[in-house]
């Protein structure tokens, strides 16, 4: 193909510049998609994680409301706290947790005082449980709204408990409220599906002395003194579902862990986390949870992208292709114009090689004719050999100019054109090679090739009985190897220029076969090696 003008060169610059850009444009929107869809999902995260602590700071001023009531009237905490909670209704106001209670302090061994309560606030005979080795307790009191299930709270010394024992002694110290760690509920024993729970403590610091039972006092070192607690119990699982309601439909997967990162226990999962989870902090009083969120949004998240991104691809291999099938016609008409060159010069090339072809058919007829006659004792004898002969040269040439079959067998070739040089039965079977299969023009190729060489050899070389001549042909790795060996001859042969016969062979061998060959002549003798490609099946 001609190569193609600056103008046609400047085209295709210009193409692949603007397929480029679409390319880039489209990456880029594809990325500000994708990017977009994830801020959108991580404010979405936060805004849940925002409700959940806005709640839980709901739920604390529930309890600092009913602590400033605690501390006003402790004698009439029962029935105060109960008109309070019954006004404010927590439980509709800020839904999630189990209820508030009191935990009263009491002094090791003396537990009178805080059952007369229990009897005051219900009404019937309720221990104070479970016996502890602390010097202090602080007994369940109060817990409202009353319910079967909490009942089973009354009486429970919350302080004998480590991990409850903590969250007290933290907000003793600090005077804000405090986050248990995770504990099973006293009122879960009356549950059949039990939850993970945590508690919340404010401290009721002892107010004067004065008129103040000392057995409803606590003390440590370094610390004031504490009537109590107010504190709220928490199920897990319902208070997010109390807090998030139906939005818990559009979350794809959420974890709530009781602590810093996804080490801490797990407290709440609802569906599958996917990879695009989004980590939010919740504080919980004074400790910190961590919440993951997943929306799921796969198609979302990358189908959008990727629509964008393989429109811009779309668009950009449009372009080019395009311009493809311009270039393609233009090359298209080239070809056709260096074909015809081509065929033109092949024709003149054919029409130089009958002529050549008909001087050495006419050669090898006289040198057939003077072998026949040297070896036949009759004239009736040199007429059959003759004529058969004559018959084998011309089925060959017929074969050769009709492309009657597929494919030839290479031996076949050699042997038919040995046969007709004289060789006899005995050294044509000798002959002998792996089975090679040739199309029409590898067929056609070989056999010209073949029938140089042996009208050569009966001219100048050993089949006109002046040397020794071996021909073979294998397979070596994926060629097919020709070789033709003249040796003996009377006078190392002259290859150093190129006949025509020889230059139109060559020719064949390079552009029907794809294949080279070698000549080479030295002590009076000859070898020519042919290598092809062997695309023949093998038998």
């Given amino acids: ?289 961590t919440m993951r969120i997943s929306y799921g949004r796969l198609l979302e998240r990358l189908g959008r992208p990727l629509g964008i991104l393989l429109f811009g691809v779309a668009l950009a291999l449009l372009a080019t292709q395009l311009h493809r099938v311009q270039q393609r016609r233009v090359g298209t008409l080239q070809r056709l114009a260096e074909e015809k060159a081509r065929h033109a010069e092949d024709r003149e090339l054919m029409i130089g090689e009958m002529a050549h072809r008909m001087k050495n058919a006419f050669a090898r007829i006289g040198a057939l004719a003077r072998i026949t006659l040297r070896e036949s004792s009759s004239l009736e004898e040199f007429e059959t050999k003759f004529d058969g002969r004559m018959r084998a040269l011309s089925d060959a040439k017929q074969m050769l100019v009709t492309g009657a079959v597929d494919s030839v067998e290479l031996g076949k070739i050699v042997r038919r054109e040995l046969e007709l040089a004289g060789w006899s039965p005995d050294r044509l079977a000798a002959t002998t090679g792996p089975d090679v299969s040739l199309d029409d023009e590898g067929a056609q190729a070989l056999s010209l090739a073949i029938h140089e060489f042996v009208t050569n050899s009966i001219k100048y070389g050993a089949l006109a009985g002046h040397g020794d001549l071996v021909v073979g042909w294998r397979r070596d790795g994926g060629d097919i190897e020709l070789s033709w060996t003249e040796s003996g001859l009377p006078e190392t042969p002259q290859i150093d220029s190129e006949s025509f016969g020889t230059h139109f062979i060559r020719s064949l061998i390079e552009r029907q076969l794809k294949g080279s060959w070698q000549r080479s002549a030295v002590d009076n003798s000859l070898a020519i090696v042919i290598r092809w490609p062997d695309n023949g099946p093998a038998n």
């Fill in 1 to 289: 193909m001609r190569p193609n003008s600056w103008a046609d060169r400047l085209l295709a610059l210009l193409v692949r510049f603007v397929g480029l850009v679409i390319l880039l444009a489209a990456a880029a929107a594809a990325a500000a998609s994708f990017f977009y869809n994830q801020s959108d999902e991580a404010e979405q995260a936060e805004r849940v994680a925002t409700q959940v602590n806005m709640r839980l700071h709901d739920h604390v001023a529930v309890l600092k409301g009913v602590r400033a009531l605690y501390q006003s009237d402790s004698a009439a905490s029962g029935p105060g706290i109960r008109a309070y909670l019954a006004a404010l209704q927590p439980q509709v106001q800020a839904p999630g947790m189990e209820g508030v209670g009191i935990a009263a302090a009491m002094r090791a061994g003396t537990p009178a005082a805080l059952e007369a309560k229990l009897r005051e606030n219900y009404s019937r005979d309720i221990k104070v449980w479970p016996t502890t080795d602390q010097p202090i307790g602080f007994a369940v009191v109060l817990v409202e709204p009353y319910t079967p299930r909490r009942n089973a709270a009354l009486g429970f010394d919350m302080y004998s408990e480590p991990t409850r024992r903590a969250a007290m002694r933290r907000a003793w110290q600090t005077g804000q409220p405090a986050a248990s760690g995770i504990v099973q509920l006293a009122q879960e024993k009356a549950s059949k599906v039990k939850q993970p729970g945590f508690l919340i403590y404010l401290p009721v610091y002892a107010r004067s002395p004065v008129g103040t039972n000392p057995d409803t006092l606590a003390t440590a070192p370094g610390t004031r003194a504490v009537e109590g607690f107010v504190y709220a119990p928490f199920r897990t699982h319902d208070m997010m579902k109390a807090v998030l309601g139906s939005q818990l439909d559009g979350i794809d997967g959420i974890e709530v862990y009781a602590g810093e990162g996804p080490a801490a226990p797990l407290v709440f999962r609802k569906g599958a986390m996917g990879w695009d989870a989004h980590q939010q902090v919740l504080r919980v009083a004074d400790r910190q949870w």
